[in-house]
């Protein structure tokens, strides 16, 4: 008896969790589909049922220059971002895997710190600490703040790339008379690769899709993606708004699942490539 009612305790149990688990992805999924959807409405009035099937608010993107001027902003600092983070970061995660030296781990405690610490309390930290000191805000200030949120999860990834990474290959090549950075060029950068192709993707997506330091950083007059969303909002919620939308969540979506197929083909290659351990 007792058996009995525990697996029906059981069974309700993961049932309840189940049903609280398809809630919870519909809260998340629901109002991303509905922007989606009403993209594509035929009227201007945003709602349901659709009047019919239009793309004209996506040509009225293409015709809105702070629109496009948006897009070219935060593509151009997405793609710094992504270039600089994936450089510090790799050779970042290569010094605190193999090397040890003094202040090792405050030094690997400052650079995953941005990653702890919320967005809206670094922007605003940073915020006050530029006005302190007088130095008017500016598109460099911006990228570096870009960069200071990405870095982290670059570091983070790369580490946890060459943990898995046997070092015998870089003693092989150290002994036969490779200097350290011909070892690195030639033998770890190369197994290094999915890494690096997956920090450099996660680096852009946070870069571009970015909103709460955006709004602190950014000098007056240039808008970012997010930054343009938000002050379209201000004045209404329009099909407009809801193509912009669509852009941004196929934008920051779409990215990693290339990055994820990249990476998957990079593994089978290197896979392929590597001689088969002798039992």
Do not use: C
Request: no cysteine; hydrophobic share 55%; aromatic share 8%.
């Amino acid at each position: 008896m007792r058996a009995e009612g525990s697996g029906k305790e059981g069974r309700w149990a993961w049932r309840l969790t189940g049903l609280m688990t398809v809630l919870v992805y519909v809260f998340m999924f629901a109002p991303i589909i509905a922007t989606v959807v009403l993209s594509f409405n035929a009227s201007m009035f945003g709602g349901f049922p659709m009047t019919g099937f239009s793309l004209q608010w996506y040509a009225k993107l293409l015709d809105n220059e702070q629109v496009l001027a948006a897009f070219r902003t935060s593509l151009w600092i997405a793609l710094i971002t992504a270039v600089v983070t994936t450089a510090v970061g790799v050779v970042t995660a290569f010094a605190l895997t193999r090397f040890e030296f003094p202040g090792k781990k405050t030094l690997s405690t400052l650079v995953i710190l941005p990653a702890l610490v919320p967005e809206t309390i670094l922007g605003v930290g940073l915020l006050v600490l530029i006005k302190a000191v007088d130095q008017p805000r500016t598109l460099l200030l911006l990228v570096l703040g870009h960069i200071l949120l990405a870095v982290p999860y670059v570091v983070l990834i790369a580490q946890a790339r060459m943990v898995g990474i046997r070092r015998v290959y870089e003693e092989a090549a150290l002994s036969l008379g490779a200097s350290r950075f011909s070892t690195f060029r030639e033998v770890t950068l190369p197994l290094l690769i999915p890494a690096v192709v997956a920090g450099a993707l996660l680096a852009f997506t946070i870069s571009f899709d970015n909103t709460s330091a955006s709004l602190f950083w950014r000098p007056a007059g240039v808008e970012t993606m997010p930054t343009q969303i938000l002050s379209m909002l201000k004045i209404s919620i329009s099909p407009e708004i809801n193509a912009l939308g669509t852009v941004m969540i196929v934008v920051t979506v779409g990215i990693p699942l290339i990055g994820g197929l990249i990476l998957q083909s990079l593994t089978r290659l290197k896979r392929r490539g590597e001689p088969k351990e002798k039992t």
